[in-house]
């Protein structure tokens, strides 16, 4: 049950993780991390963040980095979003692999 003010609110956080990601990020030449999704729960308190990495020979490191900072992230967040939200959601991170399925895929068919 996706309601408009739901979806506007997983948009909302995507964008700002998103730039949240690349500022952090910009200090570790050649890593990229690219929120491909948000998810949230029915009352808002709980958000899914699928994060896609590159390169990912490096995914497993910079998820537990990305783990640990779990707090740090959540209170810029929330420095962001505090204003349009009464509360912010606690955030859960996923790694997005699905770019490493098609790629690996594509070099099944070419062969």
């Known amino acids: 049950m996706d309601t ?3 979806q506007k609110i997983e948009r ?13 990020t ?4 050649g890593v990229m991390v690219s929120v491909t999704n948000v998810r949230m729960s029915a009352d ?3 958000a899914k ?22 707090k740090s992230i959540r209170y810029e967040l929330g420095l962001r979003i505090g204003k349009q939200v009464r509360r912010v959601p606690e955030l859960l991170f996923f790694r ?3 770019i490493d399925y098609l790629e690996n895929i594509d070099q099944l068919l070419k062969f």
């Not at 910009?26 to 030449?29: E, F, G, L």
């Not at 963040?49 to 779990?70: D, Q, R, W």
Request: glycine share 6%; hydrophobic share 35%.
């Open 49 to 70: 963040a699928y994060l896609s990495i590159f390169p990912s020979e490096k995914g497993t490191e910079i998820m537990e980095n990305i783990n640990a900072g779990k």
């Open 4 to 6: 408009t003010r739901l």
């Open 44 to 46: 808002l308190g709980i």
């Open 12 to 24: 909302l956080i995507q964008k700002d993780l998103s730039e949240i990601f690349l500022s952090q």
């Open 26 to 29: 910009r200090q570790t030449h």
């Open 96 to 98: 997005d692999d699905s």
